[in-house]
T-cell receptor, first 115, second 118 residues
Framework: GAVVSQHPSWVICKSGTSVKIECRSL??????MFWYRQFPKQSLMLMAT?????????EQGVEKDKFLINHASLTLSTLTVTSAHPEDSSFYIC???????????FGPGTRLLVL | AQTVTQSQPEMSVQEAETVTLSCTYD???????LFWYKQPPSRQMILVIR??????QNATENRFSVNFQKAAKSFSLKISDSQLGDAAMYFC???????????????FGKGTHLIIQP
């Protein structure tokens, strides 16, 4: 149980375009999902908390207009990187936790390369 | 704000031996969760073990166990009978037990690269 999927796993785009990444909880409902970013050989950094039916909560230093988050249902959150630039190239990972038990389960991640 | 420190960027152990990975954290909260996650080359984050701060008993999962010292704010991971498949990055993570208010996300340490020598 507690499976989280992400799509796409890999995306290459041109500078200035927008990219949407989907995160789905496959066998549980999640009112809250989380988006992390991981640069090569570094740790995961929390970008934002996605709340079903309400606005996302962004961490300090994360541009909410660049990283648009929509949590339209109890099993789907999307992250849209708007007007992507090469410095946005990174590994983006989502997570969710079933219930209030505290454990977060992670999706397999999305590698974004902006040319 | 909470911080998590992993002071060992890399550790190496012989197959079948035991290795301990260190983690310390800083928090003013009394109730929280601590985790060890494993990230193999595929980069999929895999939960290894979790510990609730209110529990005094150290968590164990098969060959994996923790030494949780709440007063010292220390949370080390012991891997017994190391196997080649244990080779990965290991991240220690903290999560507040307070639900809501933006306090649900995980705070990660910088990670420890574990090498298993055959």
């Amino acid at each position: 149980g507690a499976v989280v999927s992400q799509h796409p796993s890999w995306v290459i785009c041109k500078s200035g375009t927008s990219v949407k990444i989907e995160c789905r909880s496959l066998d549980f409902q999640a009112t809250t999902m989380f988006w992390y970013r991981q640069f090569p050989k570094q740790s995961l950094m929390l970008m934002a908390t996605s709340n079903e039916g309400s606005k996302a909560t962004y961490e300090q230093g994360v541009e909410k207009d660049k990283f648009l988050i929509n949590h339209a249902s109890l099993t789907l959150s999307t992250l849209t990187v708007t007007s992507a630039h090469p410095e946005d190239s990174s590994f983006y990972i989502c997570s969710a936790n079933p219930g209030q038990e505290g454990t977060q389960y992670f999706g397999p991640g999305t590698r974004l390369l902006v040319l | 704000a909470q911080t998590v420190t992993q002071s060992q960027p890399e550790m190496s152990v012989q197959e079948a031996e035991t290795v301990t990975l260190s983690c310390t954290y800083d928090t003013s909260e009394s109730d929280y969760y601590l985790f060890w996650y494993k990230q193999p080359p595929s980069r999929q984050m895999i939960l290894v073990i979790r510990q609730e701060a209110y529990k005094q008993q150290n968590a164990t999962e098969n060959r994996f166990s923790v030494n949780f010292q709440k007063a010292a704010k220390s949370f080390s991971l012991k891997i017994s009978d190391s196997q080649l498949g244990d080779a990965a990055m290991y991240f220690c993570a903290y999560r507040s037990a307070f639900v809501g208010g933006g306090a649900d996300g995980l705070t990660f340490g910088k990670g420890t690269h574990l090498i298993i020598q055959p």
